[in-house]
């Protein structure tokens, strides 16, 4: 359970760290808060020749309003999203999210970034990402770009990062005062992986839910949305009869990869995915 | 690989020692500084056992690496015997048996000192959602919710009615 021998080095900015990694190449890997990568290399699921540790590049911590949008720097630890009053006011999502996410000493180190780049199927910022639109900006050695979430997240751990590319921040655009959102998971331990999970949004007009979007997480490759089921349950909240809900849940993801775990098959998942969806809109309609 | 200098603050004194990168935390301060508060346990961050305080913040030191140590303070129960912060918290402990084989203690009084000190309000299920990340494998989970309530109480944290 020791790690493999590996070089460290620690970059300045972000100019040094995409320097380092094209000069090891391949097999380096940019260390962020660490708290999946290093117990993946603990365990030698995970080699490394040198790890690339960004946490001493200060541009890329720290949570800024620009626009209509907070900018989240990929180093932004867990537990500084979660206390933010920034976020708390423009995202409160994300504060909702938190709640589930691992435990505290947990959160005091491990990233926003990390946890985006990484792609985990069952964690909570990729499917938040998924959820609010965000963009991710990403620095590489033919300079910056952006992607958006819904091109960015492509499979089980695997996003639009190129070998060379770092992500830098993440731009989320704030939700409006008229949301209400609403997160769900179920686990077996509170802050562990969920065995099903939901994140929602909604509109309030005039007392009506409107452009309901709901993104389903922990049961796929990757955080999963579809257009089409968010208009039927939009529609489905219009006429009043919630009980519908699992139903047309379970056949939209019936489409999808479901994966089972060590303790759910895909039946349970699926049923799980669309009790919490049911749940999600109630709780929705009743704030 | 080569050997890196690491320069820190260890329990109020100023240190400095030589690592090889993929060393963790907390082998690094049983090996280097004989501490022996730091357990070493799942080694992948599950267990909580080898929680410790780093700039006052409650980390995992199994998946801190001792290099990233560099320009840190560091508090381990080593520390917290000696400055006496947490005696109250760890007479409980005691009184209520909330230690039975101990390898989980300092991880669990470390989240717990945590909770105590930020907590406005105070709960069974509050202690319970925060010391989450910490097992107890001989399941003494009861007495050791028990010691932090009776603490919070003792501290003048106001006790509120339960969230069901």
Not at chain 1, 42 to 62: A, E, H, P, Q
Not at chain 2, 134 to 154: F, L, S
Request: charge should be neutral.
């Amino acid at each position: 359970m020791k790690s493999s021998s590996f070089a460290y080095e620690r970059p300045a900015d972000i100019q040094e760290a995409l320097a380092s990694k094209a000069r090891w190449g391949l097999s380096a890997k940019y260390l962020a808060g660490g708290q999946s990568l290093i117990p993946a290399m603990n365990m030698r699921f995970n080699s490394s020749t040198c790890l690339i540790d960004l946490n001493g590049i200060k541009s890329m911590r720290g949570i800024r309003e620009d626009g209509g949008e907070l900018v989240i720097g990929a180093l932004t630890r867990h537990e500084e999203v979660a206390s933010s009053d920034l976020v708390q006011k423009k995202l409160p999502i994300l504060v909702q999210a938190s709640r589930y996410l691992a435990h505290i000493a947990i959160r005091n180190r491990g990233t926003f970034g990390g946890s985006v780049a990484l792609a985990h199927p069952d964690a909570e910022w990729p499917a938040a990402c998924l959820l609010l639109n965000a963009r991710m900006r990403i620095a590489g050695p033919n300079g910056a770009r952006e992607v958006p979430a819904a091109d960015f997240f492509q499979g089980l751990y695997a996003t639009a990062l190129q070998e060379d590319d770092l992500l830098e921040s993440i731009a989320i655009p704030v939700q409006s005062p008229s949301e209400r959102s609403c997160v769900l998971e179920l686990a077996r331990r509170h802050g562990d992986f969920a065995t099903a999970a939901v994140m929602a949004r909604a509109q309030v007009e005039n007392g009506a839910l409107k452009n309901f979007a709901i993104v389903f997480f922990a049961v796929g490759d990757l955080p999963l949305c579809d257009k089409e089921l968010d208009n039927s349950i939009q529609h489905i909240i219009a006429g009043g009869d919630l009980s519908r809900i699992p139903d047309i849940v379970k056949t939209s993801l019936m489409n999808q990869n479901i994966r089972a775990d060590l303790y759910s098959d895909q039946k349970t998942k699926l049923h799980l995915s669309g009790v919490l969806a049911r749940r999600a809109v109630e709780k929705l309609i009743e704030i | 690989m080569s050997n890196i200098n690491v320069r820190f603050r260890l329990n109020a004194r100023e240190v400095e020692a030589q690592t090889d990168p993929r060393m963790h935390v907390i082998d690094f301060l049983r090996k280097n500084f004989e501490l022996s508060s730091p357990r070493v346990g799942c080694e992948h961050g599950v267990c909580g056992a080898c929680t410790l305080r780093v700039d006052g913040d409650i980390v995992r030191g199994c998946l801190m690496l001792a290099v990233q140590l560099e320009g840190t303070s560091v508090e381990t129960m080593e520390g917290l015997n000696v400055s006496g912060e947490i005696s109250d918290l760890q007479q409980a402990f005691h009184e209520r048996n909330a230690t039975q084989c101990g390898f989980c203690t300092v991880g669990m009084l470390m989240a717990s000192q945590d909770w105590l000190s930020k907590a406005k309000t105070c709960s069974r299920s509050a202690i319970r959602e925060h010391l989450s990340g910490n097992y107890c494998r001989c399941t003494g989970y009861e007495a050791i919710v028990d010691a932090v309530y009776k603490v919070a109480i003792a501290r003048g944290i106001s006790s509120v009615k339960e969230e069901v």
